[in-house]
């Protein structure tokens, strides 16, 4: 095997496991909402299903950068995914052996929530190390990185309306549990030998004993949560962009966890609308993401991120509000997801440009948790505004607090640094945060 095909293989590793997990999370984003509605039939109870899988999200994203440094980028997503495969194969074991009560189903969420998203952020700082070894363009990478999970989201929602329509909600989980296996393997067989970030770039603390090791330890470990949060503070833009889609994501959530499956079950036919539109919003954002690998370094970085983010967020829920009906609603989720499809790919970007490698997996890390603060939230409200307001206001009002949010980039200053040169943007952040020489 030639030193090029080598140097390209651990990317591709990362890009078909990522595809495999990807394509299982929809399985779960499908199945565990439906089976909820369908046991209990409480919108509410579906929201708070939501909030259970999604807070320890948001607590190991605010906790586990400095972790992730420690264990390594391959070894943490091998763990996360292993511990997800665990945690999910047990639901429908459970469910199979009649054991399956709603707190057994709160919890083993929680567990694949706590788990996932270290694993998550380790692929993601993975992937421009194993661009620069394959020779190319961190864009390029990001691009392809994020139309392979905008391919899988595609793949994935379908399969899971499919697979509930056919076994059932539960026995569908099955399948997400092998997704998270399969990962696991791939990418420990794959992508061997993979420093953290920050491995060889800091002088080694001197070895301490008892409980001066202790101390030490975890205060190095408070030291290097805190150096992630004051870099992202710091940089006006990035952090302005995480609270932006900390927003849209909770808004986000209240319409996948909620307001879609309780449209689908009322009006729209059952699990396979689910699946019919979500696969259609995915296979779009597919379409967006390739285009913006093609062409999206043509133009203006700011002005696609503003114009895009207007056209994906707030159309679906105001269609699904006062246009009832399966057909309307998929074509507003196929301009929407085309749209869509151009954002992470933008924001990846944008993140490797203005974070100096040795401090990503914090940073990272705490962009994460930075998106998904609000997540909880939103399913959750999501609920109880269908439960006591009714469907139809609760996706008016989400529509319109889209919109609202997607337009405050045209007022907010921080925004108008987006072509600034990231010395110069981060220079309120703490100095320790500055990239030190070689």
């Known amino acids: 095997m030639s030193d090029s095909a080598r140097d390209r293989r651990p990317l591709a590793v990362l890009l078909t496991a990522n595809v495999i997990s990807v394509t299982g999370n929809m399985l779960t984003l499908v199945a565990v909402p439906w089976f909820v509605l369908q046991s209990t039939g409480s919108p509410a109870r579906a929201g708070l299903t939501a909030f259970a899988s999604t807070l320890p999200v948001v607590l190991a994203a605010l906790l586990g950068g400095p972790l992730i440094d420690r264990l390594g980028l391959a070894v943490s997503s091998v763990v996360s995914d292993a511990v997800c495969a665990v945690a999910i194969g047990a639901i429908p074991a459970l469910h199979m052996a009649g054991g399956l009560s709603y707190g057994w189903l709160l919890a083993l969420v929680a ?73 696991a393997l791939l990418i420990g067989l794959g992508v061997r030998g993979e420093p953290a970030p920050g491995r060889g770039l800091r002088k080694a603390p001197e070895k301490a004993t008892g409980k001066a090791a202790g101390k030490k330890a975890g205060h190095g470990y408070l030291a290097e949560l805190r150096e992630g949060y004051a870099y992202l503070v710091g940089a006006r833009l990035l952090f302005a962009v995480v609270v932006m889609v900390m927003v849209t994501n909770a808004l986000d959530q209240a319409w996948s966890a909620v307001l879609l499956p309780v449209d689908a079950r009322e009006h729209l036919g059952g699990a396979t609308a689910i699946g019919v539109v979500s696969g259609v919003f995915a296979g779009a954002a597919l379409t967006g993401s390739l285009l913006y690998g093609a062409f999206g370094h043509r133009v203006s970085q700011r002005g696609l991120f503003i114009g895009a983010f207007l056209a994906c967020g707030f159309p679906k829920s105001a269609v699904a509000a006062f246009l009832p009906g399966l057909t309307p609603l998929v074509v507003a989720c196929a301009v929407s997801g085309l749209f869509a499809g151009v954002l992470n790919p933008i924001i990846g970007t944008e993140m490797v440009r203005l974070v100096p490698e040795r401090l990503r997996s914090r940073v990272f890390g705490a962009v994460t948790s930075g998106v998904l603060t609000a997540v909880p939230l939103g399913g959750l409200l999501g609920g109880f505004l269908v439960q006591y307001a009714g469907l139809r206001t609760g996706m008016a009002t989400v529509s319109a607090v889209y919109l609202l949010t997607t337009l405050s980039p045209l007022v907010l200053p921080a925004f108008r640094h987006w072509d600034t040169p990231p010395g110069q943007e981060a220079a309120a952040a703490a100095p320790v945060a500055a990239p030190r020489p070689a």
Not at 146 to 158: C, H, N
Not at 161 to 178: C, E, F, Y
Request: proline share 4%; hydrophobic share 50%; glycine share 10%.
């Open 111 to 183: 567990v694949n929530g706590l788990f996932h998203a270290p694993g998550e952020t380790a692929r993601e700082v993975l992937m421009p190390r194993l661009a620069a070894r394959a020779g190319t363009t961190v864009a390029r990478a990001s691009s392809a990185y994020e139309g392979a999970s905008r391919g899988a989201r595609m793949l994935g929602a379908p399969l899971a309306g499919l697979l509930i329509s056919v076994t059932g909600a539960a026995d569908a989980l099955l399948v997400d549990a092998a997704t998270f296996a399969a990962s």
